[in-house]
């Protein structure tokens, strides 16, 4: 499981940092890749990636500022121009809105899609769990923006105990369909009355990795609940120390808001996106020294960067 940024600029796209979109890949967990925002120039950016479009079956959508969602008509439009591979239906998860923006610049363009496009629309009284499968669930909720914004919070369902094949040998039991027995909790008696305890040879369930991915906001409470003990919160720092006001006017956060969010929520690590264009190289080191001050386990990310979950 890894999270790629494809764009990490605010507002508008700059030599360093595109505008905002990022992916979590899944292809071991589930053989998907899912997108949160999608903001101009995301196709070109994934054409820096070994992204596949077609692997793309899932978007959310945080709000429908340019910024985050002026890339989708035309992301939607080349992930059908895969010929050669499999053509697979997608999901869409945005506000009230999405579906509208997307079918009218669709047809006016004159854009056909040899796929189907599911609308999942939701406003402030139908937030919450948007969705479950056997292996995650992702849960809603709005935020403090200028526009509905939401942020999400992805959790994957615990993992199953692994067998001790090894041990099962070890123990006299044949290879064979005992252990699928054993690695399904049954226990298994051999032959010479031996009894196999299947709890004995496999390990406990592991926990499932909790990713908080919130959209534009100033600091609120909704931030906090999303993150609470994630393994990784993505968060906005478009604005750096001493920049509260602007960053109340703007509907926004500075780094040291999201490095408190990160520190009230009790996550592991905080990635800081949405970076405004006016800071360099140098003011970026600032801003993950001053975020450290509060929460150590900082760090302000790049586009194209990749991280391991």
Request: glycine share 8%.
């Amino acid at each position: 499981m890894e999270l790629q940024f494809l764009g990490t600029g605010a507002g508008q796209p700059a030599k360093a940092r595109n505008v905002s979109s990022l992916v979590l890949k899944l292809l071991n967990e589930i053989d998907q890749v899912w997108m949160f925002d999608c903001g101009e120039g995301t196709q070109r950016q994934i054409l820096e990636t070994t992204i596949k479009p077609r692997k793309v079956r899932k978007i959310f959508i945080t709000h429908l500022h340019g910024d985050h969602v002026l890339g989708l008509p035309g992301f939607l439009a080349s992930r059908s121009f895969q010929a050669s591979e499999e053509q697979t239906d997608l999901d869409l998860y945005g506000p009230v809105g999405i579906r509208s923006m997307v079918l009218t610049t669709l047809k006016l363009s004159g854009t056909r899609l040899p796929y189907r496009i599911y609308f999942h629309e939701f406003d402030a009284h139908s937030l919450g769990k948007i969705l479950e499968t056997d292996k995650f669930t992702v849960y809603a909720e709005k935020l403090d923006h200028t526009i509905f914004c939401v942020g999400y919070r992805v959790v994957q369902k615990d993992l199953e105990g692994t067998l001790d094949a090894e041990k099962l040998k070890a123990a006299g039991l044949p290879f064979g369909p005992l252990f699928g027995k054993v690695k399904n909790g049954q226990d298994v008696v051999l032959e010479d009355g031996t009894k196999i305890i299947a709890k004995d040879y496999v390990s406990a369930p592991r926990k499932g990795k909790v990713l908080a991915i919130l959209g534009d906001t100033r600091k609120c409470h909704a931030s906090v609940r999303l993150a609470l003990g994630a393994d990784i919160l993505v968060h906005e720092s478009t604005y750096g120390r001493g920049d509260e006001r602007l960053a109340r006017n703007h509907g926004h956060s500075t780094n040291m808001q999201a490095a408190q969010v990160a520190k009230d929520a009790s996550a592991k690590r905080l990635l800081m996106n949405h970076i405004s264009a006016r800071f360099l190289a140098r003011d970026v080191r600032q801003l993950e020294a001053d975020a450290r001050s509060i929460f150590e386990n900082s760090k302000v990310v790049w586009d194209l960067e990749e991280v391991e979950i």
